[in-house]
């Protein structure tokens, strides 16, 4: 009999996975929350473009089509681009939407003895007969449960959406107490374009967060009002975020993001001559870090801005999260239309919004907190057993930060104690 693949998701991860699936002879059967395939790309903010270069940004059996000219295409064309992906390997037909998987639960063998398991599935294979996962999936229309027994589960949740990561308040400090409104980023992206630039027209604003949709976000603020009502960022950290992916004229990818310079960074479970050579090339790292610092420096005009990050690039590179700086970002903070505000920590009162130190408020209307997202939660909450949520669990002092929330193969197989029988994908080149 076939074996039976639920794959949950169908964003760009999902429809992925069910395309190999199906080019391997399985049978799969994708769950999607949302009435529509796309994921990320279903809704962004206005001024939102892909951030990756096109060519980074492409499956590898379907090139974008010549229509699409741009090196960094917006949402709308991304969407399409992953429709017809979609449309071209008929994977529509495998995939039931507004369908919301509640939770999985591997049946069969006890938790004791999966934990004493070495080996994927407890024989190191991926397909054996021991047990089967139960998913229950929401019909998200009518509320009602159903109960699907499957050999495999591939997780394709994404990470940067659904669950928000709201920042902690001291007591009586949150937004309770606030007179304005507070909202997540993602509730602002979720609005269409012209009620989110009717909303926002004519607030004193302050957003929270110094990554990709807050500098996207501050930057439409600033378009929509001025210097009559300028924005404010309030951030904890600087951020090595690039102008563009040419540093002095050399195309990032030739110092970044290739084979060689995977040589350059200690890896996970690293053998002792991957250790030696990456130490050997530690002069290279730091000059290849010097070389893009020194091109976002003067592009940008940090060190007048006082925004030089005390981290190095290569830091910042290896977190997987940089993000790309909106065109005139700084000329906008430069004419007083974005005001950028360093704070450790902030809290709420009536009128605003109280930063680290400073008696009076930083009067507010709107508060838009572009403060990321908890995917690792979302993956952890999906199981059910105890054991199986706390192998979800990016590891803080991780050499590379990659490997944060994949649970998946490394070091040519499977992480010993893994879940048997699931993978998480994630797409991001760079998140
Ligand atoms: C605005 C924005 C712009 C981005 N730009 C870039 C970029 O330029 N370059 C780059 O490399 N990355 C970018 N990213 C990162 C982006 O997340 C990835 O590029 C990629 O789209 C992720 O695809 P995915 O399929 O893994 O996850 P998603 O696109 O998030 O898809 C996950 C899908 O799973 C579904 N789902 C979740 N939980 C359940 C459940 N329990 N049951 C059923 N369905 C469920 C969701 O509804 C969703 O459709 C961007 C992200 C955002 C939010
Ligand atoms: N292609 C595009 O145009 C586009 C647009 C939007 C988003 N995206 C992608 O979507 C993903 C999510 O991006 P994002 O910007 O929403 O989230 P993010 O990258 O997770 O950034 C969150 C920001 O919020 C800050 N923050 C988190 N907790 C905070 C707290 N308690 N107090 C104050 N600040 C806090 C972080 O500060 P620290 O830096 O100090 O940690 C960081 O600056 C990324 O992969 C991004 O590249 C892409």
Not at 393 to 403: E, F, M, Q, R
Request: a neutral charge; one cysteine or more; charged letters at 20%.
């Amino acid at each position: 009999m076939e074996s039976q693949v639920a794959i949950i998701g169908a964003g760009i991860s999902g429809l992925l996975a069910c395309k190999y699936t199906l080019s391997k002879g399985f049978h799969p059967i994708v769950f999607e929350a949302k009435s529509s395939i796309g994921g990320a790309w279903t809704k962004a903010v206005e001024t939102t473009k892909l951030q990756t270069p096109k060519p980074a940004y492409q499956f590898s059996d379907f090139p974008w089509p010549s229509t699409v000219e741009e090196d960094f295409p917006n949402p709308h064309q991304v969407f399409d681009y992953i429709q017809s992906y979609a449309n071209h390997f008929d994977l529509l037909r495998h995939i039931k939407f507004n369908t919301k998987v509640l939770s999985i639960e591997y049946e069969g063998p006890s938790e004791e003895e999966m934990q004493s398991w070495s080996m994927w599935g407890g024989i190191g294979d991926p397909f054996g007969s021991k047990g089967k996962w139960k998913v229950i999936v929401e019909d998200a229309q009518n509320f009602s449960t159903e109960v699907h027994l499957v050999d495999f589960v591939i997780l394709c949740v994404g990470r940067f959406s659904d669950i928000p990561n709201i920042p902690e308040f001291p007591p009586n400090q949150g937004p309770e107490v606030f007179h304005g409104k507070v909202m997540h980023s993602m509730d602002y992206a979720a609005m269409d374009d012209k009620s989110a630039a009717d909303f926002v027209k004519g607030k004193q604003i302050t957003v929270v967060g110094f990554q990709k949709s807050a500098l996207d976000i501050a930057m439409e603020c600033s378009l929509a009002n001025g210097t009559e009502h300028p924005c404010t960022v309030l951030y904890r950290k600087e951020h090595w975020n690039v102008p563009d992916y040419l540093p002095w004229g050399v195309p990032l990818t030739y110092l970044y993001l290739n084979r060689f310079s995977e040589l350059l960074v200690h890896k996970p479970g690293e053998g002792f001559l991957l250790s030696l050579l990456a130490t050997l090339l530690s002069p290279v790292r730091w000059a290849f870090s010097k070389f893009v610092e020194s091109h976002i420096k003067n592009k940008l005009r940090l060190a007048k801005f006082g925004m030089v990050p005390k981290h190095s690039f290569h830091t910042e590179i290896n977190s997987c999260l940089i993000s790309t700086v909106p065109e005139k970002f700084y000329d906008k903070v430069e004419e007083g239309s974005i005001n950028l505000k360093k704070s450790k920590s902030f809290g709420f009162c009536k009128e605003g919004v109280l930063v680290n130190g400073e008696a009076q408020p930083l009067k507010t209307d709107l508060v838009i907190l572009a403060t990321g997202f908890q995917g690792d939660k979302k993956l952890r909450d999906i199981f059910v057993s105890p054991t199986f949520k706390d192998y979800i669990a990016g590891s803080l002092d991780a050499t590379v930060p990659l490997y944060r929330v994949i649970a998946g193969p490394v070091r040519g197989g499977i992480p010993p104690r893994t879940t048997p029988r699931t993978f998480a994908v994630q797409a991001d080149l760079w998140a």
